[in-house]
């Protein structure tokens, strides 16, 4: 566990360190001449920079459609799991609830951070209120899948991962198709 740990934070601030001196084109004291060459070579080298270009974009892109500025998401740098523990709901928050605490400013619950969140939740309604409907057709009072809606609202899940509720999204969903992938 700690060997994983060293090695997430020292790749990190390795990754730091070259993009301070690559930005800056400024070579450390402690870099030796022939390192300091060979990255200049290949940060000049033109594929380095054509995926330099595509990465840029892409996390530059409008994933809530054309005019709302790069994806974002309000939760900080903690992980979905902390975001449960730290909820004091008591009990497991559903998709919905750990969606709207990471996509709302201030987390107030209201104040969207994009068109494509706000139309998730918008989504989640709709399809929540489908399924009480139905049930009230039949006289039935079951309890209410919060997992489906969300997953129907979110678009389901895409490489592996549901629309922004990050580590939870193993959990959700196989939780709801009985299995681990």
Known sequence: MFKKAWETQSTERYSDFLYKMRSTRKKQRYVSDE????????????KYQRKWEITSHNRLSEMGGEGTGPSRHTGSSISAIEIIEKS??????????????THTKNHDGV???????KLVRDNYT?????????????????????????LEAAGG???RKMYRIGSQSDIFYSRMHGFNE
């Not at 060459?37 to 290949?42: F, G, V």
């Not at 004091?88 to 605490?101: A, D, G, I, K």
């Not at 104040?111 to 969140?117: G, M, Q, S, V």
């Not at 006289?139 to 899948?145: L, Q, R």
Request: charged share 25%; hydrophobic share 35%.
């Open 35 to 46: 390192i300091w060459a060979s990255w200049q070579q290949a940060w000049s080298d033109l």
């Open 88 to 101: 004091n709901l008591n009990r497991q928050p559903t998709p919905m609830e750990v969606f709207t605490f």
């Open 111 to 117: 104040t969207f951070i994009d068109r494509r969140a």
């Open 157 to 159: 899940k895409k490489k």
């Open 126 to 150: 709709t399809g929540k209120e489908r399924v009480i409907a139905s049930h009230a057709q039949t006289g039935e009072h079951p309890t209410i899948d919060q997992l489906q809606p969300y």
